[in-house]
């Protein structure tokens, strides 16, 4: 009978191990969470006629299905930039600046020793936007000016368009500085010639930056003014322009270093050079948006990972705190056996 009794004991005790879990079953499949797409910035920069570039960058992007998210400007490509944001695509920019001419934009004022007012460029960019102020616009937009009381690069992101468009485009010496609230704001470019931080500032996780600027070299005509000036402004901004210009993604170089501030009658030729600047960039910019992609989802599937390690160490912590009595010992999960 006690013999019975053993053999009785031992068959449970074997059929209990017997019935213990072996290796836990293989974990599974983090489920990645979806990573929003990359979300693009154009920075625009200064350049008098040269501007008319913008428009054929803006052309190739958009032909390309990179359709920039967020857009910010300096001088003549807060111009560009403000009509861009209110939605209008690049035929819609190329019409509007084949009807545009000088006139259009310039206001001449003879008290101020011949200075250009820019109430013009104000009112035609107002006009254009149908009267919206930045909130209403399509899309994100900024306008960099230079604060003349202390040189202070100003960020505009709200109120009056027209107005910001107007002070960013006040080239010392050619234009009125423009009073807007307590202080006065002149050309951009003499702070930011390419505005890529106001487009990280807007949110870009990728920014596309177009450089116009005019690179210092070459012969110069002392009697010119608006030369003059305007060498002086590119002499000032080089610098401090690659500094800015480092921190793109891309930066696309539309070859139109030979238009001179005022050659609108150039237009055509100016838009194409940025239509074949942009399509040379094409494959880098698509290189560098699908690393920028892989690399974001890469890191949400470590994230995923990571949290789903937790919640299963937890889970299993919380399984084998309830494993204390002496056939849970025997049949304890080798997980829960390195406690």
């Known amino acids: 009978m006690l013999r019975s009794l053993t053999l009785s004991t031992a068959a449970v005790l074997l059929a209990a191990c017997a019935t213990s879990p072996s290796d836990p079953a293989p974990a599974p499949a983090v489920a990645v969470p979806a990573v929003r797409p990359v979300r693009i910035g154009l920075a625009l920069g200064g ?86 102020n930045f909130a209403a616009l399509k899309k994100p937009f900024s306008v960099v000016a230079t604060r003349l009381e202390d040189g202070q690069r100003t960020v505009f992101v709200r109120g009056n368009v027209g107005q910001a468009v107007r002070a960013s485009s006040a080239i010392p010496g050619v234009f009125e500085p423009v009073a807007i609230g307590r202080f006065h704001y002149v050309d951009g470019g003499i702070a930011s010639p390419v505005p890529v931080d106001a487009a990280r500032e807007l949110g870009a996780d990728f920014v596309i930056a177009v450089d116009i600027s005019s690179k210092a070299g070459g012969a110069v005509d002392p009697s010119s003014l608006l030369g003059n000036v305007n060498r002086s402004i590119v002499i000032m901004g080089q610098k401090l322009g690659a500094q800015e210009l ?69 889970e299993r912590k919380a399984r084998c705190a309830k494993q204390t009595g002496w056939l849970d010992k025997l049949r304890r999960d080798p997980e829960c056996r390195a406690d």
């Open 47 to 132: 350049g008098a006629a040269k501007g008319f570039a913008h428009i054929g960058v803006i052309k190739m992007l958009e032909a390309n299905g990179i359709v920039p998210a967020v857009v910010s400007g300096t001088s003549a490509g807060s111009v560009v930039g403000a009509m861009y944001a209110s939605g209008m695509d690049a035929y819609a920019l190329q019409e509007k600046s084949v009807a545009m001419d000088e006139s259009s934009v310039r206001d001449v004022s003879l008290f101020s020793g011949g200075l250009v007012k820019g109430q013009k460029l104000q009112d035609y960019v107002n006009a254009q936007l149908g009267g919206r």
């Open 246 to 314: 480092a921190r793109a993604d891309v930066v696309i170089r539309p070859r139109v270093n030979d238009v001179g501030p005022a050659d609108f009658e150039q237009k055509n030729r100016v838009i194409l050079e940025g239509e074949r600047a942009a399509q040379a960039a094409l494959p880098q910019i698509r290189a560098k948006l699908a690393a920028l992609q892989a690399a974001r989802m890469a890191k949400a599937r470590q994230a995923a990972e990571a949290r789903d390690a937790l919640q299963r160490d937890a």
